[in-house]
């Protein structure tokens, strides 16, 4: 982007110095909070005409600058104002710098972009010959653009206030330059010299160019079709895309800022025709002349405003537009270009809204929506809010977020109710935007469709608070001044939440005008009652051990929709919820009558993608239906289609899409499959409880075991999930050659297999195999026939539980290990955890599965359970057992928190060999190839 250097700046406080000196007097008073040990700073800044107090800050510096801040606000003073050259240094810049454009010099020196349409100006024939079209001095020179800005900061919103500054700049030139107000155009008085026109370069490659046609529509949608450029050798390709657009040549043409970039990185321009002034206007005499007020600008101009363009880029469009990625560089004096295709063009447009950003990062366009609370670092995906609002911000050309922190209420509270304030902008086009949208500040009012049956969180008190000010590029105008009420404990949050109201704020703007932003997508439990019987059809849970066949409809473990008509929602907010999803288009089987098939094509899907309920982070009806599932569970169902834009930015055949899209599609389809659940107090409780972490303690307490048993050669690890006991054994010298894991997690053998990759050499190990074998520890394999070791940490809970008597029969009987480890939370100790203010959720609805430590399990065993099913397989395997655990004390009542049995071999019995290999290996490493597999 074209754009002058700056010197730099003076601060706020150099600022009041120049002005004031010795008048201005800073005093800085300490103030104590209670709940803080570091002392705050808040600092009175004392002016000849009044003063100014700052909020509270940690450093004194801080406190300084945020009261010199508040007292240029007050005297109106806008900090870049100062350092820029003046306004007539300015025009004489640009005199000078137009009479060297025009110079024989400039014509041949380098790969100057503008050298380049200089020349190819001088290919035309007729009266064109060498007219240079204003729009394209404005554009590509970056003298000529900051002297602009300097004259007035609003030409970055609109180019043909800049084409018209250029003009009367070199209407002083007329000696050299001939302007051509009727056709936008400056063209040199004396010809070129002829040896200088001789030698330019007249081949060029005849090239095609698609790029996007935006057919502005007097009522309704603008509508958006593919468009060829096709630039033959020796064109100026300006000429080219005016006279698609129906214009006789490229100086009819104005082009818009660089906005949104192809896949392969070239920037987008929106080209348009100078739109034409209303005859009856009579205010506005000259191009870029605007009117001063505030009414609907449109109005002026007798071409109708292309809403698509013009969000885009971001600058107001009129009439038909084209976007295509075309034109010079620095590096040649060849054109360069990509294609802008149908799905690129509705990509940047989705990209240009906050909710867009959030979509794109999360590569799930339909599924995902931004959310509106920021609860945990860990539970947020993609970049944070706070980075967020700052790509935002650029996009738009808005200067940075400003944000503000204060520790103790500052205003009264019926202020602080009026905190969402937007500002008028005096440049702004849209007549609606002068709107003054009053939000109230607290968290509740974003609290989605469920949460009036639930009691409210508990609001702080005391904390921090954030608030923030968004201004325009040139500092001159306030476009959002929002001040949420909450509090946070921590400040980190109390940004990121404020962050994230400006986002949503945003957000609603551009998603949906009419959207009401105190209420973002807010559905009543009544209608999602109503989708829900209507549409949704969750299937059976597979028994873990059938995971291969096909999901069968079964009808005993199929939710009765006539007898339970009310969803219930069975996980709470707060949970981490992981799911694999696919979203298609389908259209009626009846509209194609004649084949009687469906027809639907694939839009988006997710293999396995991760969000926390209850933070409105995907699509409603998404997070409701799976907020009902349990793991394992597939639902199917069908939704409203969103907007066509955001469908074909999402679909890899975009022509076959839009054709279905036009052919009366049903709707969405989708299809979600739960795979797993985190409770939300979970991993916090398991943190704050125990040290090291009890999964950390647990493999601890296996690798010291495996370490002792010192004539031990093979290891399998039943259910060995992503791998932290096998990653244990790479790093430690034990007896072992030969270990294996099995899991029936595609997901989790992937990490482990990725993980034991990257460990592999490191450690001390005395390796000599490593495999992976995908398949259910319900089933025996005969390749893990007469293993030393077995270990079976924190899985049998995931099974039913007669399962999990098979599973230690199989085991005790067929691969007769020496030594069996197996682990299991113990339910007795629940009571502890549950005591934890941590655990105190108020969410009734789960009240039957919190009993449990986390979603996934179908039991938990207490001590003596765990020791009838231990003890009695012991037994009838000839073994003997004896129990222990990690976390807590196994003296104490309720014993360990994670309880262990310890099976040891008595003696050895010859068993019958059974020969049948159901694993799949999935990886493998043996040390004397060195080979791996995957
Ligand atoms: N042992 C690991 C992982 C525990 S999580 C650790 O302590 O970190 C439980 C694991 O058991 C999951 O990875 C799950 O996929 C796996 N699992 C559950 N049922 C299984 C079955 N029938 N066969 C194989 N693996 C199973």
Known sequence: MAGGEKKQSLSPKEIIHHKFVVKASYRIEQVHVSSQSNCLYRCHLQLPEFSVVSNVFKRKKDAELSAAELALEKLGIHPQDDDDITVEQAWDDMVERIKYIFSDEFLSSGHHPLGSHLRATLLRDGERHGSVPLSIIAAFDAKINSGCKVINPSVDQDPILAMSYVMKAAAKLTDYIVVSPHVASLRRKNPYPPAIVEALDTHGESIKVEAVYIQCATSGEEVVDPVILDISSGRYYLDVIAEKLGL????????????????????????????????????????????????????????????????????????????????????????????????????????????????????????????????????????????????????????????????????????????????????????????????AGSDDSFNHYNSKDEEELPVLESGYRCGVKILSKSLQDLVLDCSPGSFYEKESHAIQNAALKALTWFGSLFDDLDADPEQPRCYTKGQMNWMFTRNVMIKGKFPSSKRYEQPAYDESKTMDMDRKPKRVQTIPNGSLVSISYSVSVEVEADFWGRTGKCLRELIESNEEIEFEVGVGSMNPHLESVVTQMSVGQYACFITNMPAEGLVLADASDTARTRSLLSKLAAGLEYNVHLLGVKGPTEKRVE??????????QRVGYAVKLIKESSAASTLVDFGCGSGSLLESLLEVPTSLQTIVGVDISEKALDRAAKMVDSKLNKGACNLKTIRLYDGSILEFDSRLHGIDIATCLEVIERMEEDEAFQFGKTVLTLSRPKLLIVSTPNYEYNKILHKSSLYHSKDKSISQRSKFRSHEHKFEWTRAQFNHWASK???????????????????????????????????????????????????????????KKN
Not at 888 to 909: L, M
Request: net charge positive; charged share 25%.
């Open 687 to 696: 943190s704050v409880f125990f040290k090291p972490q009890l999964s950390k």
């Open 873 to 931: 397989l012991a037994k009838s395997h000839n073994y003997s057992v004896e129990f222990s655990g990690v976390g807590g004390s196994g003296n104490v009542d309720p014993g360990f928190a994670s309880q262990i049995a310890v099976f040891k071999r008595k003696s050895f019995t010859e068993v019958k060999k059974v020969s049948t290999q159901p694993y799949k290996v999935i990886w493998e490493w043996t040390r004397a190839q060195g080979d």
């Open 248 to 439: 006789k040549d490229g100086s009819q043409l104005i082009i818009s800022r660089t906005f949104g970039k192809t896949p392969s990185g070239f920037e987008c321009r929106v080209y348009s025709a100078i739109p034409k002034l209303n005859p009856s206007d009579k205010s506005s005499k000259a191009y870029g002349k605007r009117p001063a007020d505030e009414e609907d600008q449109s109005s002026h101009f007798k071409t109708p405003w292309n809403a698509k363009a013009s969000s885009a880029c971001g600058q107001d469009i009129h009439g038909d537009a084209i976007v295509a990625a075309v034109g010079y560089s620095w590096r040649s004096n060849d054109i360069e270009h990509d294609d802008v295709t149908l799905k690129s063009f509705y990509r940047i447009c989705c990209g240009m809204s906050p909710n867009g950003i959030y979509k794109f990062s999360r590569q799930a366009l339909i599924a995902a929506t931004l959310p509106f609370s920021f609860t945990t670092k860990s539970n947020w995906r993609g970049p944070l809010p706070r980075e967020m609002l700052s790509i935002f911000c650029r996009q738009q050309q808005l200067a940075e977020p400003v944000f503000t922190i204060s520790t103790s209420p500052v205003k009264p509270l019926s202020e602080t109710l009026r905190s969402f304030k937007k500002l008028k902008d005096s440049e702004s086009n849209d007549g609606n935007n002068q709107c003054v949208n009053e939000y």
